[in-house]
């Protein structure tokens, strides 16, 4: 481990364009429970809940249960010590670009700022009918049914099943992608269409993937060329301290 440690830091180091890409499983050691896996959300909760059709059709029920699963989750959610690393190495100019599938915006907690949150965050809410977004608030909410000032119907600014990316997330990433020469991997399983597609593009491109999960993924043994495993905290502070070396 410790050489591929010393490899992964190498890479970085000599990189010109460093990209990340993040999921569940960097906040899972913030107390956020993934959507996948044997304790996942979806494991005790139906996924057609999260389809927009049923928001629209359902948008009572469908807050109850946003209210329970994410914010109140999410309120006491802190960012570790991998999220933390994440913004040195983008205020050191190493990293970037961080692109994230997580919505629980605890990369911006940590101090990340050249972020795409690729199915959006639970930090704003927009609205059905007008397309207003807000930043949340309690006020909002704690409302049984958060409504937007034009009357019309708010959700959370997140990618339920049956949206779409959105065209300027698509559009960054792909620009990135273009330009990364290392892209670093943490805590995704590579499952999630079409995020997945991410490192198999840079890839394709040429660039070097360093892959930080648990277990191994779908990019393991096709698309990595550094895999580290084990915990994102202590890999990711690991790999810090190495690049003080260099």
């Not at 890409?21 to 809940?49: M, Q």
Request: aromatic share 8%; with cysteine; charged share 25%.
């Amino acid at each position: 481990m410790k050489e591929s440690i010393s490899e992964a830091a190498d890479l970085i180091m000599k990189s010109e364009y460093l990209t990340a890409l993040t999921g569940a499983g960097i906040s899972v050691e913030s107390g956020i429970p993934p959507f996948r896996g044997e304790n996942g959300l979806w494991s005790k909760y139906d996924p057609g809940l999260f389809e927009i059709s049923y928001f629209v059709s359902n948008p009572e029920e469908s807050w109850e249960l946003i209210k329970k699963l994410f914010y109140a989750t999410f309120k006491n959610a802190l960012p570790n010590a991998a999220h933390q690393v994440l913004a040195h190495l983008e205020q050191r100019g190493i990293l970037k670009l961080l692109i994230t599938q997580n919505i629980d915006g605890l990369h911006h907690s940590a101090g990340s700022r050249s972020v795409i949150e690729y199915h959006g965050s639970t930090r704003c809410l927009v609205c059905l009918h007008c397309n207003k977004k807000y930043e949340r608030s309690e006020e909002k909410i704690t409302q049984p049914l958060p409504r937007c000032e034009c009357g019309g119907v708010l959700k959370p600014d997140i990618i339920f099943f049956g949206e779409e990316i959105p065209f300027q997330a698509i559009y960054g990433v792909q620009e990135a992608i273009e330009n990364t020469d290392v892209m670093l991997v943490v805590g995704t399983t590579g499952e999630v269409f079409p995020a997945s597609l991410i490192p198999v593009e840079a890839k394709r491109r040429g660039a070097k993937i360093i892959e930080v999960n648990t277990q191994p993924s779908s990019f393991t043994y096709d698309t990595t060329d550094v895999f580290l495993q084990g915990s994102a905290t202590k890999l990711l502070l690991a790999l810090e301290k190495e690049m003080e070396k260099f």
